[in-house]
């Protein structure tokens, strides 16, 4: 096994993981000194594009950022996630995860639990290459949000859902908008660690979109805790470029050749 890969696994019971999404080289060089994981996630689509969600993120969009912050990391894991569509059978996802490692030399894939692409999963994990999974609330796989495992038969589903995942070979598993007393019973009962976003303090590690907690979004759910309200500080730094150069300040002597 990669070294990077056991390095995670051996967090277990012993440190919290730090992730956080990146999608650019000035980010990713920030968050390689204090993250284990960085994940180009699908959520460009909707941070960085603009889109309406993740569905149109695409593979070229997720190789091309992907290649973008692997290549400006050198501590942290690189987990690139796989857009919606691109991993629908056995060779679909063989030929594009393929494509997503050969072009970005990432660490590791995500991939979405639809409830029954473990086989997918597995046969991935088998080429050696290795996969993140992702369970709960799966943007790929709902059209609008609901928390999850509020129900005995979803709690169930869950912790299926899971272990199955581990079984498949997945190295650590994203639990994403599952209820505490969920994510606990799973933290407990996988060997993997399990990375939140949403689901408390009762998973292995957390992971959040960085544009959301630098308060660059316009989206903000309930776990989501802005440690910075960046949109301010850059409104602020545009206004003062605004009148320089309507007054005339800016470019100033210094700033000529
Ligand atoms: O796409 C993404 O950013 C994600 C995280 C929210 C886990 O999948």
Redo the contacts with the bound molecule.
């Keep these: 096994m990669k070294k990077k890969i056991l390095k995670i696994l051996r967090t277990k019971n012993k440190k919290s993981l730090v992730c956080l ?1 990146a999608y650019s080289k000035p980010i990713a060089k920030i968050l390689d000194k204090y993250c284990d994981i960085v ?1 180009v ?3 460009l689509a909707t941070a960085m594009y603009g889109m309406k969600n ?1 569905h149109q993120a695409t593979l070229e969009m997720m190789i091309q950022h992907g290649i973008s912050v692997k290549s400006n990391l050198s501590k942290a894991l690189c987990v690139i ?1 796989m857009p919606k569509n691109t991993y629908r059978n056995i060779n679909e996802a063989k030929k594009n995860v393929k494509l997503v490692f050969k072009k970005t030399k990432c660490d590791a894939i ?1 991939m979405e639990c639809n409830g029954n692409n473990f086989k997918i999963i597995k046969s991935i994990v088998k080429l050696g290459f290795p996969v993140m999974g ?1 369970i709960g609330f799966t943007p790929q796989y709902y059209k609008k949000f609901k928390i999850q495992g509020l129900k005995e038969k979803d709690r169930l589903r869950l912790i299926r859902e899971a272990i199955k995942n581990e079984e498949a070979g997945v190295f650590s598993i ?1 639990l ?1 908008c599952v209820t505490n007393n969920v994510a606990k019973e799973i933290t407990q009962s996988l060997k993997i660690p399990t990375v939140g ?1 949403g689901s408390s303090i009762n998973c292995d590690g957390q ?1 959040l ?1 960085t544009d959301d907690m630098l308060g660059l979004s316009s989206f903000y759910p309930k776990f989501v805790k802005k440690f910075v309200k960046l949109t301010n500080i850059i409104e602020k730094a545009v206004q003062k470029y605004n009148t320089a150069v309507l007054t005339r300040k800016f470019p100033s002597k210094k700033n000529n050749f």
């Design positions: 999404t994940l996630g699908d959520s993740t996630d995500k992702h994203v994403e976003i992971i979109v």
